[in-house]
């Protein structure tokens, strides 16, 4: 009534995990348009408790719920708790006499091209382990900054812990100790050797630096996500590999994000990325993707950049064009990036979608939500190669300004949008194996959340004759990166 439910979903949804699965809307569903407004899907589980039986009894339809906590901060798991952390969010409390023990996130999941993904692996699945290719010494991985886990490798098992979230507040960094403490307990581990993350100041980072009695190795974000991949797939060996996400920090200290790596198990080269442009205000626009859009704009028209945002409605009306411009030009705040996902969110904006963004991912959702996926309009691009091969997407960023001020459909271009990159990353990924002779390609990233990019991807590279990996258990967002970490430290110390 609600949603379309596939093969794949119903069987995901009446599984004994039961996720909350991402169905498609139905244009007549009985549903408030409030709830998740421009998004494609609808987030759907089944009761999986008697209270959620009993609270469905009879002629209930359905129960909207969101979770019990205040944004960035850990789920509520006792009383006392939860009344005073959601006070003035919830109306009413239903409480239980059975404490909660553990906090546990719902997991979360989509179906892709015919596989179930888990988004989020967390309730029913967490702390299940995963079967490695190779045994490893007992190693604990501290997971990235957002979306974090901790993951722990003893001998040829991984245990990944349930989702932590978020480490902006102190709640999410007192629940990541809770889980390092949990992983490690259940599995009856303490590891010698600790991997984390390259950059120097993510919470997780800090704490591995303060680890004097342990072995740290640092592992570079993008280099994680494919060893995560690699990990799961039970492979070893040089890959392709095409690390897209929002942001990771580069040897280069340089904010990567669109990477094609040449990797193994245990080491890497960049051996392409994308382009590198300006990220004004740097973490501001994370959330204002207006500022990212301008920036573009400047590298692709130039002096007539103000023009062309004006006819779009890109910089909001109390902020001067001159004093955005200042702050690009002049590199005030400024840092330069390759980031894929800072690349969705400009297109959303110059598609008029959303200018500011309220969570992560959000402009990159809607711009999915309204792309018409039968068009195979591929918008010029362009590939140097040299040293490292450099994809440039700014003639694409130059159409879509272009077509969108002569009024072309945005789904369309939004779809145009989506099969330029598909196109690319195969022509990209033939260029790396033309130099070495490598045919396995691994994708990675939360980029490939996106189901129209990573459908679109799996049919092209495999038409090339690539053998592809994705995720199916482990997040391809950073929630897996821990896994990836720690099964690159526990080959480099194995």
């Known amino acids: 009534a609600i949603a379309c439910v596939g093969p794949g979903e119903e069987k995901l949804l009446s599984g004994p995990e039961r996720p909350i699965v991402l169905l498609r809307k139905r244009s007549d569903a009985p549903v408030s348009p409030l709830v998740a407004p421009g998004m494609a899907n609808l987030g759907v589980m089944l009761p999986y408790t008697p209270l959620h039986h009993l609270l469905l009894e009879g002629d209930f339809p359905a129960l909207v719920m969101t979770s019990a906590n205040q944004t960035d901060e850990p789920l509520c798991i006792s009383n006392a708790e939860a009344l005073s952390r959601l006070e003035g969010i919830a109306d009413f409390f239903l409480f239980h006499d059975r404490d909660i023990v553990v906090r546990c996130d719902d997991s979360i999941a989509m179906v892709a091209q015919g596989e179930p993904r888990l988004l989020r692996r967390s309730r029913g699945y967490a702390p299940r382990p995963l079967v490695l290719s190779r045994s490893c010494p007992p190693v604990l991985g501290l997971g990235a900054h957002l979306k974090s886990t901790v993951a722990v490798i003893k001998g040829d098992f991984a245990f990944l812990s349930p989702h932590i979230g978020d480490m902006e507040t102190p709640e999410a960094r007192d629940f990541f100790h809770e889980s390092v403490a ?46 995560s991949c690699m990990a799961e797939n039970r492979i070893t060996g040089d890959v392709i590999g095409l690390a897209m996400d929002g942001t990771g920090y580069g040897p280069d200290r340089t ?49 007539d950049w103000a023009r062309v945002a004006g006819a779009l409605s890109i910089v909001p009306d109390h902020i001067p064009a001159e004093a955005v411009e200042a702050v690009v030009r002049q590199q005030i ?34 711009l999915e939500a309204l792309t018409d996926v039968r068009v195979r309009r591929v918008l010029p691009y362009g590939v140097l190669v040299d040293r490292e091969i450099v994809l440039d997407l700014c003639p694409a960023v130059r159409a879509l300004a272009e077509e969108r001020m002569a009024g072309r459909p945005v789904p369309e271009l939004a779809g145009a949008f ?60 950073d929630g897996g990166v821990s896994l990836g970490q720690a099964f690159v430290a526990g080959t480099v110390a194995g």
């Open 182 to 227: 949990l992983i490690t307990r259940i599995t009856r581990c303490d590891p010698d050797i600790v991997a984390c993350d390259m950059h120097p100041e993510y919470y997780s980072s800090r704490v591995a630096s303060r680890m004097k009695s342990k072995r740290v190795i640092q592992v570079q974000h993008h280099h994680a996500h494919i060893a």
């Open 255 to 303: 904010v990567w994000g669109g990477e094609f790596l040449v990797a193994d198990e245990a080491k890497f080269r960049r051996a392409g990325h994308v382009r590198y442009f300006p990220l004004p205000g740097g973490d501001a626009a994370v959330k204002q993707p207006w500022r990212v859009a301008a920036a573009l704009l400047m590298e692709v028209f130039g002096d």
């Open 333 to 366: 705040r400024t840092v330069h990036t390759s980031s894929l996902g800072r690349v969705f969110d400009a297109a959303a904006c110059l598609l008029g979608i959303r200018r500011q963004v309220s969570f992560e991912g959000q402009a990159a959702m809607e």
């Open 418 to 477: 989506h099969w330029t990159l598909v196109h690319a990353f195969a022509r990209v990924a033939g260029e790396i194996r033309d130099a070495t002779g490598l045919n396995r390609v691994v994708l990675s990233g939360g980029c490939f959340q996106t189901r129209v990019l990573l459908e679109g991807c799996l049919r092209s590279l495999e038409l090339c004759g690539f053998d592809v990996y994705t995720h199916r258990l482990v997040p391809t967002n």
